[in-house]
């Protein structure tokens, strides 16, 4: 059964890039046409989407965070992982990494169990 | 401000049939399907329903989706206590090629 676990720090300076990484067990990172992602929570708030990758290296970024996005893989260690620069705390959420389902790249179907990133000096 | 639009709340005894709405436009809604997904507070949201009326595997049929023009529903039949959570739509979005949600609804049991 695909689990999905976020790691990261859980508090991140203003101006600094905040890094997470997903660890994927009970399957294969690079199993074809399949895409992973990572979406954010700010406290009290609604979901929003940060951006995909997919099996083939190919990233989708949200435009409004386009800029300051880095999705990844490392096929090695069975991760992929989340840079976003020059933080603020907007950036203050629950971070979550999820993969699609149903050959649906949308059908966010397993989720991480999310972790709390925290901007502020 | 969220692209879909959900109202925040939303009610119903146990038993009771309730509906959740979601609209959107023809970037969204209008030419692409819908998802809807529910969280329990604390936890990660969990699929619902894709592709409009889709249930994952494991979701009961007491759940059930529909879509309209730029709109979409949710429907909760024989309602539990246990379906007291947040729910969200969500659908792709040509013009921002990805994924936009809405901004969710707290459904209360009463």
Redesign the interface.
């Not at chain 2, 921002?96 to 969710?104: D, K």
């Given at each position: 059964q695909l689990q999905l676990q976020e790691s990261g720090p859980g508090l991140v300076k203003p101006s600094e890039t905040l890094s997470l990484t997903c660890t994927v067990s009970g399957g294969s990172i690079r199993s074809s046409s399949d895409y992973w992602g990572w979406i954010r929570q700010p406290p009290g708030k609604g979901l929003e989407w940060i951006g995909s990758l997919y099996y083939s290296g190919d990233t989708y970024y949200n435009p409004s965070l386009k800029s300051r996005v880095t999705i990844s893989v490392d096929t090695s260690k069975n991760q992929f992982s989340l840079k976003l620069s020059s933080v603020t705390a907007a950036d203050t959420a629950v971070y979550y990494c999820a993969k699609p389902s149903y050959g649906d790249p949308n059908a966010f179907d397993i989720w991480g169990q999310g972790t709390m990133v925290t901007v502020s000096s | 401000q969220?692209v879909l639009t959900q109202p925040p709340s939303a009610s119903g005894t146990p038993g009771q049939r309730v509906t959740i709405s979601c609209s959107g436009s023809s970037s969204n809604i209008g030419n692409n399907?819908v998802?809807w997904?529910r969280q329990l507070p604390g936890?990660?949201?969990?699929?619902l329903i894709?592709?409009n009326n889709?249930r994952?595997s494991g979701v009961p049929d007491r759940f059930s989706g529909s879509k309209s023009g730029t709109s979409a529903s949710l429907a909760i039949s024989g309602l539990r206590s246990e379906d007291e959570a947040d729910y969200?739509c969500?659908?792709?979005d040509d013009s921002?090629?990805?994924?936009?949600?809405?901004?969710?609804t707290k459904l209360t049991v009463l």
């Open positions: - | 969220s399907y998802y997904f936890t990660a949201p969990k699929l894709y592709r889709q994952p969200y969500a659908a792709w921002r090629g990805g994924p936009v949600f809405g901004g969710g």
